[in-house]
């Protein structure tokens, strides 16, 4: 299986150990001809503004929307999944605009930048999830086909719709592959 990681800024080369470690292969993504082929894409943290802007520049916001609009599965983790959402609270910034989702962009106050806690993860099994967040956005709403897989602090803070996958956190930055391998179980099963 052959995972993309958008590689344009932030977290991508962390996803990919993650990906490795789960037995997927992987490929940096930057240019529109680096999709060609792939089985899924994951979208890493980063800055949210300016992903969207180099999406843009580099020509991927529509190819990448056109792909996923045809089946291709992506995660998205902390910006990845604002830039999954179609709405953004109080913003114009683009985005894919592909889940039914608003979120709220740096919501967990300011005091507290980042944090690590356990969230329960029902689809993950007993076992809670080591959750690590940086200037996380959570989901604020989400329409009818979106379904919530956790949420902390009563924030939605992962969910899913269809082949799409989005956590407010960062599961690449801990050792705890469950997360990447649920992804993964849903791409080579197709269960979405
Ligand atoms: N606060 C960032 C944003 O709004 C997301 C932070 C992250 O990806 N770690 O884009």
Do not use: W
């Not at 082929?37 to 990448?64: C, F, H, N, W």
């Not at 709403?141 to 979106?146: D, E, F, L, Q, R």
């Amino acid at each position: 299986m052959l995972v993309g990681v958008l590689a344009l800024q932030g977290a991508f080369i962390e996803h990919e150990k993650s990906l490795r470690a789960c037995g997927a292969e992987t490929r940096q993504v930057r240019l529109p001809g680096q999709l060609k082929d792939l089985d899924a894409l994951v979208i890493p943290g980063g800055e949210s503004t300016t992903m969207g802007k180099l999406l843009i520049d580099y020509q991927l916001l529509e190819p990448i929307k056109e792909l996923a609009q045809n089946g291709m599965p992506i995660f998205g983790t902390c910006a990845g999944l604002i830039m999954l959402s179609k709405d953004v609270v109080g913003s114009k910034q683009p985005t894919l605009g592909l889940m039914d989702t608003s979120v709220q962009r740096n919501a967990f106050g300011r005091q507290v930048d980042s944090f690590e806690t356990a969230v329960s993860i029902p689809v993950l099994g007993g076992k809670s999830y080591p959750a690590v967040f940086i200037r996380a956005p959570y989901i604020q709403s989400v329409g009818p086909g979106v379904e919530v897989l956790a949420a902390y602090d009563e924030k939605i803070v992962l969910a899913r719709q269809g082949s799409l996958l989005a956590a407010a956190f960062h599961p690449e930055l801990t050792d705890d592959l469950r997360l990447h391998q649920y992804f993964l179980s849903l791409v080579s099963t197709k269960k979405f």
